[in-house]
């Protein structure tokens, strides 16, 4: 295949996947609008959904904006040879090529960070403000960059250099050991992420003694759930927005909520909610989705050997002769029609998790607990009751709040 028509491909892709997109968000709004069944109409005030109906539509409609302005910028840079332009930009201050590709990867992830800087200062201190949820300072906001580029830079640009490292000195049989090497990464950071990461932007702390505590432990001992770590997490530092989540595996997994959870929740519900993480666990969903991003990585790395060391994408994205840091981009997006369809399988999967965490959690605690704080969930965060189907295909990892009630009904 000449580079012409290469790069065609993969501007064709990035159209494609643009479109596509925006089909799926126009539905979601329309869908949005249409009037409330009786059953979701009794779960929000009419004030109040109002508000979330406005909310999403606030949100669509600022993702046009920033997702066009993002996507105008990057197909841009493609189709006029940019990533060819920025090697040749550094080739004569860096001819180590896999520092070169260090220093191109920063360059391309710190410029289009700050290209974006205005949309994520807008979303988060105009729109989030305005519907009551935002509780990040300016300065937390610089902070959490700050930090964020040193971890990435350090983490990222490890990894990218064991990688590199790889393919020079193995060629195509790079895959299998960085896939080793990957794997170990990922083991390690789903056991430390909560230990070693999290506390850098966050402070978690071990759930207090007192009430809740107590009706935790006693229905940990009901389900013969090994309880070692329950956490609280200071979330109402950025947003007032609530979750809970299961962390870790083996002797290291933890449950962790959000202090804004806590807040707002009973004692009955905060149990119940805490069953339905301990129903992940118990379902073994955890460790299934960990293997699957596992194999599907072994997957990807493998199609990636059979592409990585064609000249002809160098060439496609502006280059004049084979470099593995612009292969690594045209890749990716060659990929992304494969990682699109893995996306779709994964969500289908983690849907269907959820609806047994829900199940455990019903049979375990008292049936009307749970759908209590899944509603209130829904109405503290203003989720939308009625997104459209192919947008709950595609994009939902868990079911819109109406098909878990329906489903833990029966
Ligand atoms: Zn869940």
């Known amino acids: 295949m000449t580079p012409q028509t290469i790069l065609l491909i993969l501007i064709a892709l990035a159209i494609a996947n643009y479109g596509f997109e925006i089909v799926l968000e126009i539905l979601n709004l329309k869908e949005s609008k249409k009037p409330l069944s009786q059953e979701a109409g009794a779960i929000y005030e009419p004030e109040k959904y109002k508000k979330s109906m406005e909310y999403q539509a606030v949100q669509t409609k600022f993702g046009f904006i920033s997702g066009g302005f993002s996507f105008s910028i990057s197909l841009l840079f493609l189709a006029l040879g940019g990533f060819g332009w920025l090697n040749d930009l550094l080739l004569p201050y860096i001819a180590d090529n896999s520092f070169r590709a260090l220093a191109f990867f920063g360059i391309l992830f710190i410029v289009s960070d700050i290209i974006s800087i205005p949309f994520q200062w807008y979303g988060t201190f105009v729109i989030e403000e305005k519907f009551g949820f935002n509780k990040t300072t300016p300065k937390l906001f610089v902070l959490d960059k700050i930090k964020g580029y040193a971890l990435g830079a350090l983490l990222g640009g490890v990894l990218l250099y064991l990688l590199l490292l790889l393919l020079t000195t193995l060629g195509t049989q790079f895959w299998w050991v960085f896939w080793l090497v990957i794997t170990a990464f990922m083991l390690f950071m789903n056991m430390f992420y909560t230990t070693l990461i999290m506390p850098l932007f966050n402070k978690l702390t071990p759930l207090e003694e007192g009430e809740l505590r107590l009706a935790i432990e006693e229905y940990s001992k009901k389900v013969d759930f090994p309880l070692t770590n329950i956490f609280v997490i200071d979330g109402s530092k950025r947003s007032s927005k609530a979750n809970a989540f299961f962390a870790g595996f083996g002797k290291k997994k933890k449950v962790v909520l959000y202090d804004t959870l806590i807040e707002n929740h009973s004692i009955e519900e905060l149990v119940a909610i805490f069953a339905h993480e301990v129903g992940h666990y118990k379902k073994k969903h955890i460790i299934g989705s960990l293997v699957s991003s596992i194999l599907q990585t072994g997957a990807m790395l493998y199609i990636m050997s059979l592409f990585i060391f064609n000249k002809s994408l160098s060439i ?20 992304a029609p494969i990682s ?23 049979e375990t605690t008292n049936p009307n607990d749970l759908p209590k704080a ?10 939308n009751l009625q997104p459209h189907p192919a947008y709950v295909f595609f994009h939902y990892s868990h079911p819109p709040l109406l098909k878990r009630l329906e489903a833990m009904k029966k």
């Open 340 to 362: 699109f369809i893995t996306s779709i399988f994964s969500n289908v999967v983690s849907r269907k998790n959820e609806f047994e965490a829900d199940r455990f959690a019903i």
């Open 374 to 383: 899944l509603k209130k969930l829904s109405v503290d965060n203003l989720s």
């Open 316 to 335: 496609a994205l502006g280059a004049s002769e084979l470099q593995l840091h612009l292969n690594l981009i045209a890749f990716t997006m060659l990929y």
